[in-house]
T-cell receptor
Framework: AQTVTQSQPEMSVQEAETVTLSCTYD???????LFWYKQPPSRQMILVIR??????QNATENRFSVNFQKAAKSFSLKISDSQLGDTAMYFC??????????????FGTGTLLAVQP | EADIYQTPRYLVIGTGKKITLECSQT?????MYWYQQDPGMELHLIHY???????EKGDLSSESTVSRIRTEHFPLTLESARPSHTSQYLC???????????FGPGTRLTVT
């Protein structure tokens, strides 16, 4: 069975600074996807960034980037130039390679990020 | 934001009542999901559907039931609500072999 662990329940960062959120996972699969989802207060969960396990290059989406260490089963999220709108709960999630019957997501417990003005 | 809707957004109801949480999507997605999220906790999959007339239980045991009579509609029903059912329920949908799931705004249920 797959598990996802986020060891930082809460974090705080000053506006315009950089912050890194940690995530580790456990799986025996070789082909899978990893995701970071953002859940702002009272708003819908949205996908921030994804990483395919077969790709060595770390994914980047504007101010968001990941550090994917497959051997260490680590998948951290770096947010550069933090903005007040980045305040949210961030969930790390795992999915076996899509195309299966279910495409089930397995989530970590989340990290509550507060961006301070 | 994605075209997936949930109603009601908030519901407070007494023990023993029957309730149905609605979820609809206008994207034509074949896969739909229900997740349960307790405060400050991760999401757990409780039901999913591959398509019309197919439903399966998820990883977390739940006393709720679901149906999928139409592609766009995936309601969740609790026959007799209990305080232990108090939680947030998130609906999501996805297409075929795509990795992405689109989430609804959630229903926050409180059973008194």
């Amino acid at each position: 069975a797959q598990t996802v662990t986020q060891s930082q329940p809460e974090m705080s960062v000053q506006e315009a600074e950089t912050v890194t959120l940690s995530c580790t996972y456990d799986t025996s699969e070789n082909n899978y996807y990893l995701f970071w989802y953002k859940q702002p207060p009272s708003r819908q969960m949205i996908l921030v960034i994804r990483q395919e396990a077969y790709k060595q290059q770390n994914a980047t989406e504007n101010r968001f980037s990941v550090n994917f260490q497959k051997a260490a089963k680590s998948f951290s999220l770096k947010i550069s130039d933090s903005q007040l709108g980045d305040t949210a709960m961030y969930f790390c999630a795992f999915m076996k390679h899509p195309g299966g019957a279910t495409n089930k997501l397995i989530f970590g417990t989340g990290t509550l990020l507060a961006v301070q003005p | 934001e994605a075209d997936i809707y949930q109603t009601p957004r908030y519901l407070v109801i007494g023990t023993g009542k029957k309730i149905t949480l609605e979820c609809s999507q206008t994207m034509g997605h074949d896969k739909m999901y229900w997740y349960q999220q307790d405060p400050g906790m991760e999401l757990h999959l409780i039901h999913y559907s591959y398509g019309v007339n197919s439903t399966e239980k998820g990883d977390l045991s739940s006393e709720s039931t679901v149906s999928r009579i139409r592609t766009e509609h995936f309601p969740l029903t609790l026959e007799s609500a209990r305080p232990s059912h108090t939680s947030q329920y998130l609906c999501a949908s996805g297409r075929g072999s795509s990795y992405e799931q689109y989430f609804g705004p959630g229903t926050r249920l409180t059973v008194t």
